[in-house]
Structures are given as structure tokens and as C-alpha cells.
């Protein structure tokens, strides 16, 4: 008879690691964050670094945001040298500088010493001078050289977003050098695209992608295989203009050299994706009259505050709209009709507008609407109007007569409806391209001002058509 064995039962696993992170929408789970935050009051450090390791920077990001302000620091304090700090530059403005602030000097210094150069310029640049130079002082002065040169260009030029880590050779190596370099160095960039060839002062000379170097053999000079007419970018080059460029040119890398055509670093696709991601929502935040920096976790004053001035300058206008109307008030006194239909037409009149006007700020902002094409833009967007004005005169007109039942009022209605869509399709183009030349922001200013036209141009042709059809005065 066999003899029998005693198995152990298995551990219960922690129900951390059987826990979906996300639910089936992508959100995070209620549950998953209760339980790092029973971890973090416990002070589970070697559950919280086990959980931390495994996260990705973005879906670590996420988690702090969705932790209560003293855990996330807590959080990041506990796991140490575990905790990646590239997940900060994936959480709020506001979030990233509390964290900050809160966390001792030290402890930053060594997480930055971790991160590639653009990733540590962006994890400091929001912080006041005083707190950065604090943190750079714990650095050793290679590294901290390399970050306070990249500070020192302006704010959303190419020069912030570079990282200064790439791998350049002479023009008289070989393929085979140029390899065996790569293999025995140990601080090469953690991902890289292309090999840029630099003279003995560093200026650059081309790029040679990684691949056309695989291809080749070992003897074969890489001055052989450079391009030289490798789309360069200034450092001091806003970063707006190189994301057009590498989304026109299909780039992936791209040099950055400064004022002397010397190499001082590169931009990769993942940083052009993140310019791409905050210049539109910039874009989509300004077009509704948020032009303070506003994001998810702002206390109420700050977001009321930075929302108050435009709103200010909305008040102003509407007040001029509402003008019109006073100019009117006996006509609007002898047939109420006229009061009740007149923000039809307003309306009406702002809603075309606000379609003309965000095609034509996404335009101008792609250069894509220029001197070369804004005659035939401006006319066509005229047409649209126009067709479309015809179109909504005859339904509003007939709805007019069917409520009221005033055969005229139909035709004054259906006029002032044409007259209406047409100045908001020219308001919607004109405007913008008007703040454009003035080196204004369209997608700032535009909706107020187009908004005006809409409003002023409606009431009075409406009101002004009436008084002349029915006679009122």
C-alpha cells in the first residue's frame, strides 16, 4: 500500500494579486484603490512594492490620482527607492507639485537619477527656482548640468522636451566600431532610433537609422550611410512646430541642435504625443473660454478665479447685445411675438457661427488656412451659410406661421434667419483669422467676439425687418 503523502495547502494569496486593476471600461476599480490604501495606513511595504514594480508609470499615475493627498506621499515614501518617478509626470500639474513639495530633497533627487533627461525636466520645470536648485544640488554635476542647461531654454520649446541622452560617432568609423560601441557601452539611452554621425566639435553631420546600419556589413564606412538631409530641430524651436513636423514628415526621432548646428539632444514620437495630447486640450479648454490651466484636481477658487475674467468680458457683450433689443422695445411691446422668436434667431445664428469658427481655429492652428486659400475658405463657408440659412428660413418660417399665426411673420422670420446664418458663417472665419494676424489667440477670443456678431446682427435684422414689414414703430 502506497504510503500517503501530506501535501501543504497552498498559501492564500494576497487579494491584491488576484484583483483586476481596471474594470471592464478601463476605469480603475473602488475596490483595487481601498485596498492599496488599507496597505499604505498599514505600512505593507512589501506589498506596496510588489504592486508598484508591477504597475506601468501610466496606471501607477492613475492610482496616485485617485489616492486621498496624505497617502500619495505616503505611498511614496514607503516603497523608496521601488517607486518609479516617471509616474508623476503622468498625474496633474497641481497633484505632481504637492507631491513635491511634500517629499524631502533627498528622496527626489535620487528618484530623478533614475529618469532620462527630458522625463527629470518635466518632473521639475513646474516647481519654483528656489525647490528646483534644492533638488539639483543632491545631484552629481554631470547630471545636474545637463538638466539646468535644458531649464534654461524657454518654456515649450524644443529644448525642454529633448533628452539629452543619444549615441553619436565620428564620420571615420566603421559600421563594425559603431557597433561593438553600442555593446560595450552600459549608459546608452533606454530606447533609441538612430545614430547621429558629429565631428570632432560635435556639429552634426546626419543620422543613421538603426536600421540601414543592421543592413550593412562591418567594414562599411557610416559616413557611407548617413543622411544628411535629416530634418534637424532648433532647441530653441516651439513645440508645437515639431510636432507638425513630425507628423507631416512621419518622424520618429529628430535631432536638436543649438544656434552653432551643434548636437545637444533628440526628440522622440512619445514626447511629440504628449505636446500633441496638451496643445489640443488647450486648444478644446480655450474655444470654452477657459484660458487659465485648469485641471481635474484644482481647489473651487482657483478654478473660479482663473474662470472669472472671461467670463467678465462675456458679461460686457451680452449687455451690448441686450442693447438692441432696447432699441426695439416699443416694437416688442405692440407684438410679443417678436420677443418670443428673436432668440430663435440669435441662436440659430451662434450655432452656425461656432461650427465655422472651430473648423476655421483647428485650421489656423495646422496651418492649414493661410493667405494662400483664405479667399476660397471665406468663400465657401459664405455658401454653407447661405444654403443653410435658405434652408432653416423656409422650416422657422412656416413654424412661425403655424404658432402665431401671422402670415408675415413667417417671411420676416425666414429673412432675418438668412441674413443671420450668413453673418455668423463670415463672423466664424473672419474673426479668427483677423486674431490670428494680430498674433491674438483665435481659439481664446474668438467665441466671445463671434457670439456678439451673431447675437447684435440677429436682434436687429430680425427686429428691423419686422418694424419695416408691419409697420411698427
Same mark, same amino acid.
Given at each position: ?30 475596490? $483595487? ?38 497617502? =500619495? ?9 521601488? $517607486? ?12 505632481? /507639485?504637492?507631491?513635491?513639495? /511634500? ?31 534644492? +533638488? ?7 547630471? =545636474?548640468?545637463? +538638466? ?7 518654456? %515649450? ?60 556589413? =562591418? ?26 513636423? $513630425? ?49 481635474? *484636481? ?48 440669435? *441662436?440659430?445664428?451662434? %450655432? ?20 494662400? %486659400? ?13 444654403? %443653410?440659412?435658405?434652408? $432653416? ?81
Amino acid at each position: 500500500m502506497a504510503e500517503k503523502i501530506d501535501v501543504a495547502e497552498p498559501a492564500e494569496a494576497d487579494p491584491l494579486a488576484r484583483m483586476p486593476m481596471r474594470d471592464e471600461e478601463g476605469q480603475l476599480r473602488g475596490e $483595487f484603490v481601498a485596498e492599496i490604501t488599507r496597505a499604505i495606513h498599514a505600512a505593507d511595504r512589501p506589498l506596496l512594492c510588489e504592486v508598484v514594480a508591477e504597475l506601468h508609470e501610466a496606471d501607477l499615475g492613475d492610482l496616485i490620482a485617485a489616492l486621498e493627498p496624505d497617502d =500619495r506621499v505616503t505611498l511614496v515614501e514607503i516603497t523608496g527607492a521601488d $517607486f518609479d518617478f516617471s509616474a508623476l509626470n503622468e498625474v496633474d500639474e497641481t497633484v505632481r /507639485e504637492e507631491i513635491l513639495e /511634500e517629499l524631502e530633497p533627498e528622496t527626489v533627487a535620487e528618484g530623478v537619477r533614475e529618469l532620462e533627461s527630458d522625463d527629470a525636466v518635466e518632473l521639475l520645470e513646474s516647481l519654483d527656482e528656489e525647490d528646483q536648485e534644492e +533638488i539639483l544640488e543632491k545631484l552629481p554635476a554631470a547630471e =545636474r548640468e545637463d +538638466i539646468e542647461r535644458s531649464l534654461l531654454y524657454p518654456e %515649450n520649446s524644443a529644448g525642454r522636451r529633448m533628452q539629452t541622452e543619444f549615441i553619436a560617432v565620428p564620420p571615420d568609423w566603421n559600421v563594425g566600431q559603431a557597433i561593438d560601441y553600442m555593446r560595450d557601452t552600459p549608459d546608452l539611452p533606454e530606447r533609441f532610433y538612430e545614430i547621429y554621425v558629429v565631428d570632432a566639435d560635435r556639429h552634426l553631420l546626419g543620422a543613421m537609422p538603426l536600421d540601414a546600419l543592421l543592413r550593412a556589413r =562591418r567594414p562599411v564606412p557610416v559616413k557611407d550611410l548617413i543622411d544628411e538631409d535629416r530634418r534637424r530641430v532648433s532647441a530653441l524651436e516651439d513645440q508645437e512646430e515639431v510636432a507638425r513636423m $513630425f507628423g507631416k514628415y512621419n518622424l520618429v526621432a529628430a535631432p536638436v541642435v543649438d544656434t552653432t548646428d551643434r548636437l545637444v539632444g533628440v526628440i522622440t514620437i512619445d514626447d511629440v504625443v504628449d505636446v500633441i495630447e496638451e496643445e489640443a486640450d488647450e486648444d478644446l479648454k480655450a474655444l470654452g473660454g477657459v484660458t487659465h490651466p485648469e485641471e481635474l *484636481s484644482d481647489t473651487v477658487w482657483t478654478i473660479a478665479r482663473g474662470r472669472f475674467n472671461w467670463l467678465l468680458v462675456n458679461l460686457a457683450t451680452a449687455f451690448l447685445a441686450s442693447s438692441v433689443l432696447g432699441l426695439f422695445e416699443g416694437q416688442l411691446e405692440k407684438m410679443v411675438a417678436l420677443a418670443v422668436l428673436a432668440p430663435i434667431v440669435a *441662436s440659430q445664428g451662434g %450655432n452656425a457661427a461656432t461650427q465655422t469658427m472651430t473648423v476655421a481655429v483647428r485650421a489656423l492652428a495646422t496651418r492649414e488656412l493661410g493667405a494662400f %486659400n483664405a479667399m476660397r475658405v471665406v468663400l465657401r463657408e459664405t455658401m454653407v451659410g447661405l444654403v %443653410n440659412g435658405i434652408a $432653416f428660413a423656409v422650416i422657422t418660417g412656416i413654424a412661425a406661421v403655424a404658432w402665431f399665426k401671422i402670415p408675415g411673420l413667417g417671411i420676416v422670420i425666414g429673412l432675418a434667419i438668412i441674413c443671420n446664418l450668413v453673418a455668423g458663417a463670415l463672423g466664424g472665419i473672419l474673426i479668427p483669422m483677423v486674431l490670428e494676424r494680430v498674433r491674438a489667440d483665435p481659439a481664446v477670443a474668438s467665441g466671445t467676439f463671434v457670439t456678439t456678431v451673431t447675437d447684435v446682427v440677429g436682434f436687429f435684422s430680425f427686429l428691423g425687418i419686422a418694424t419695416l414689414w408691419f409697420g411698427l414703430k
